[in-house]
């Protein structure tokens, strides 16, 4: 049986993950901030799969959170052989609204602690000549929309770079970019959804079935959703300036109210 570590994995699409890979017979080290949440996490997905649940409570806003995920990746004797980095969060409101301290923690989490964790983790895999990481980033990461898209844009662009650099060694790397998920992420924002259109919002479970097809194919980049191919097709051929005053205005009435 391989194992799967999951950053973020109580909710969302963390959660989904978790749930996949447990029904697929994956072990699971499960990571989050909340320990209570993460311990009922694993007891449910060790008695309803029969697989180990193992649980590491870390904030990856800190040096310490991100050093003692890497530290159990870096773990010889009990390896990892699949890396989701899915922990993130939004911050509600424009540049200059929200603070200087968030937009730093946002960095923390959607940049340096994918780099940080998917370098101790690939060593490894490497050695092995077998693994995979998937980074999860967003649709945001194609259109002009701040701290958030860029990060993102980040994880994109990194993944893709690592992934060329390991292309030769088995170790598989991928950045997962979903649109609207229904998750807890808008809510933990302060973000109001009643404004988003139906059509926009994906189903956890459905995206990370298509992510790991993906991956299994070799995809360094997944949109895994029909709708949301289009969209970044789209993306491609409108001209920046244009794209980033309708991604302004699209912010304003789709985004945090």
């Known amino acids: 049986m391989t194992t799967a570590l999951i950053t973020g994995s109580t909710a969302g699409i963390g959660a989904a993950f978790a749930r996949r890979l447990a029904t697929d017979g994956h072990n699971l080290v499960l990571v989050a901030r909340d320990t209570k949440r993460l311990r009922e996490q694993a ?7 029969g697989i180990e649940a ?4 870390a904030d990856l806003s800190t040096d310490q959170g991100i050093e003692t995920v890497g530290d159990r990746l870096r773990d010889r004797r009990n390896p990892v052989d699949l890396l989701i980095n899915n922990a993130g969060f ?3 409101g424009r540049f200059l ?18 780099l940080r964790l ?6 490894g895999m490497r050695e092995r000549g077998r693994g995979g990481v998937v980074n999860v980033a967003s649709m945001a990461a194609f259109v002009p929309r701040g701290t958030y898209g860029a990060s993102k844009a980040w994880v994109v662009q990194f993944t893709q770079g690592v992934a060329r650099d ?6 598989r790397l991928m ?18 959804t009643d404004n988003i259109p139906g059509w926009m919002w994906l189903d956890a479970d459905k995206l990370v ?30 001209p920046r300036g244009l794209l980033g005053g309708i991604t302004s205005k699209t912010g304003r009435k789709y985004g945090p109210r």
Request: glycine share 8%; hydrophobic share 45%; charged share 25%.
């Open 43 to 49: 007891t449910e997905l060790h008695d309803r799969h």
């Open 54 to 57: 193992e649980v590491v409570t």
């Open 90 to 92: 939004g911050n509600k």
């Open 97 to 114: 609204d929200v603070s200087m301290a968030d937009e730093l923690t946002m960095l923390k989490v959607h940049c340096e602690a994918v």
């Open 118 to 123: 998917t370098s101790a983790a690939v060593e």
């Open 166 to 171: 390991l292309g030769d060694s088995g170790v």
């Open 175 to 192: 950045a997962l970019c979903p649109g609207f998920v229904r998750t807890e992420f808008h809510e933990r924002a302060g973000m109001g």
């Open 209 to 238: 079935a298509a992510a790991l097809a993906d991956l299994a194919r070799g995809k360094t980049v997944s949109i895994p959703d029909a709708r949301y191919k289009t969209l970044a097709g789209v993306v491609k051929v409108v």
